[in-house]
């Protein structure tokens, strides 16, 4: 059996890490083709429909390329499992196996030479310049085997411009030019970035509630525009569960979905923290004692195990599991 990819190292000077622009230029495209909406206004559907793609393509993203296939927070059947692969699809950031790989990448190497979208490289290569070099191409296809082991995800995988392709033209057909240049592209323009701005600015702006080895940051308005992904820092904490907002406050509609979806059966063992976690290695230990004592609570104890201090680069082991602190 094959190993799985080691992660590159990034280095400065390095050609791989240039603009590829073979694959760039699709890129900006998608940016320009809205400007059509100047020779064909969107109307009022237009508007709504962008939107609702907006939103539910970002759940495909949070709560499916995300939370299902990098971090395993709840289960589906093998049906349900291909048709949020191909929501996710439409998308248009890649296929499932592509997306999660990487991901897994960023969460056991997080802020080292071997997280693609290392948040020290600056704003734009954390935002959009690592996927437009050709440096991270390649799927880690062994380094996902718990999903690529089905034909049907690689399929998907290897022909990611399908489901965006369909959707587009599904769009069309039904709206029109202006449907399709507001509704589905001027959507797909501001998911590229909702999504990205994860990646440039939860590791940058922010507060942090735990202690991880990273510098993950938790921003409300960024878990708004993402339906729960802003709440950084508690997800880099404990990184299996199907929430990222831990607390009732914490606005995370991607995880309501996922209970949605858990309610009529289509989604089971959905993972969450437990209290012991969740009180557990608070940077400010004040404030959870507080919380603790309104709620009638005793603080948990805190880990014994030594502090993890991130290896060189250099080293092809991981400096951090990709769970590091479990529910028990």
């Known amino acids: ?23 760039t230029i699709p890129f900006i495209l998608i940016h320009l083709i809205p400007l059509g909406m100047i020779w064909y206004p969107p109307t009022w559907g237009d508007v709504v429909l962008c939107i609702a793609l907006y939103v539910i393509r970002m759940f495909f993203i949070t709560g499916v390329y995300h939370r299902y296939f990098s971090h395993r927070g709840y289960k589906l059947g093998r049906v349900m499992q291909f ?3 191909f929501g996710g699809g439409t998308a248009a950031q890649k296929g499932a196996l592509w997306w999660a790989g990487h991901h897994r990448w960023h969460h056991r190497f997080s802020d080292t030479d071997r997280d693609p979208h290392k948040s020290g490289r600056g704003f734009w290569w954390s935002h959009v310049g690592w996927i437009i070099c050709p440096k991270y191409n390649e799927t880690d296809y062994e380094g996902i085997r718990d999903f690529s082991q089905y034909p049907e995800l690689v399929w998907l995988n290897k022909y990611h411009l ?4 369909i959707l587009g033209t599904a769009v069309w057909l039904y709206g029109g030019w202006s449907a399709l240049f507001c509704g589905f592209f001027l959507s797909t323009v501001l998911l590229y970035h909702g999504t990205f701005s994860i990646n440039s ?7 942090a509630r735990y202690k991880t080895t990273d510098t993950s940051k938790n921003s409300f308005l960024l878990a708004i525009i993402t339906l729960g992904e802003g709440w950084h820092n508690n997800h880099h904490y404990f990184a299996s569960t199907a929430n990222q907002g831990f607390f009732w406050w914490e606005i995370d509609v ?40 309104r709620r009638g609570l ?31």
């Open 254 to 293: 991607s995880y309501y979905v996922i209970r949605a979806l858990g309610a009529v059966g289509l989604a089971y063992d959905i993972r969450t923290p437990s209290d012991r976690a969740r009180f557990k290695n608070w940077i400010d230990v004040a404030a959870r004692d507080r919380l603790l004592a």
């Open 162 to 165: 399908v489901p965006p392709v």
């Open 201 to 207: 600015l939860t590791h940058s702006f922010g507060k």
């Open 83 to 85: 048709l949020v692969a």
């Open 1 to 23: 059996m094959a190993k799985p990819l080691t992660p590159p190292l990034l280095v400065a000077g390095d050609p791989t890490e240039k603009v590829a622009w073979a694959q």
């Open 298 to 328: 005793s603080a948990p104890e805190e880990h014994t195990h030594p502090e993890v201090t991130p290896k060189p680069a250099s080293d092809e082991t991981s400096p951090m599991p990709v769970n590091a602190f479990p529910a028990e």
